[in-house]
């Protein structure tokens, strides 16, 4: 439902949790979006949050496998490594968003 909504528009946001399932779900939504649509990902871990579990061996490594994307998915992958540890919390994406959208980048 998710992609034949974002189908019907040539920009998509994607603001998923900061950990490997959150990288998986951004990865499949750009992958079934047009490839002309312009997506932009909100990385949660770009405002104050609480650091959550750290990455164990199997997401550290599935991590590093989507961070050699050479699209925003990649970028996204690569920023939750940095940190090493999972962002989940829904507060912490509210703000995430509303940052994007008070300097424009929404819309």
Request: glycine share 6%.
């Amino acid at each position: 439902m998710i992609v034949q909504a974002a189908q019907q528009t040539s920009a998509v946001v994607i603001c998923a949790d900061a950990d490997l399932r959150g990288v998986r779900i951004t990865a499949r939504i750009r992958h079934n979006l047009p490839p002309d649509t312009t997506i932009h990902v909100v990385d949660v871990g770009t405002v104050p949050h609480d650091e959550g579990r750290p990455f164990n061996a199997y997401n550290h490594s599935h991590l590093q496998q989507l961070a050699h994307r050479p699209d925003q998915v990649g970028a996204f992958a690569q920023r939750c490594l940095h940190r090493g540890y999972a962002i989940e919390q829904e507060a912490t994406a509210q703000v995430a968003l509303q940052a994007v959208a008070s300097v424009g980048r929404l819309g």
